[in-house]
């Protein structure tokens, strides 16, 4: 399990680089897609250390806000990100026309490394 945990927190740490990389590229629909799935890689890392997965986002997102968020194991402010997130992922996939500007790219960023890290943290406190 250790080693699934350990890939998806990589994989995160990846997709935070990659976000970073097309913001300054001045891709912004493609950051905040990347931002979003930092977040996601690192909540499936969490689900991980209860053998927990799902096939679709959204219940995968209802058991982190569930479990994690409303125990209070993360704070609240979290839920809004992820939240956030994945809605402007969607727009921004999905959505003929969706502008993503430089500031909603850089707020998706900030909000993603900010969150994988409060993850990571996590993570190593869990393990003592």
Known sequence: MDNLISYRLASANEK?????LLLAAGQY????GRSYYAIFSAIRA???TRQIDFSKHAGVIAYFQKEFIKTGIFDKKYSK???QAFQIRNSSDYDDFFIVSRQDAEE???SAAEL???IEEYMKE???
Do not use: G, I, M, T
């Open 81 to 83: 990100y992820l939240q």
């Open 108 to 110: 998706q960023y900030k």
């Open 46 to 48: 969490v689900l991980a």
């Open 116 to 118: 994988v890290a409060v």
């Open 126 to 128: 869990s393990k003592q």
């Open 29 to 32: 629909k493609d950051s905040v």
């Open 16 to 20: 935070l680089r990659s976000a970073k």
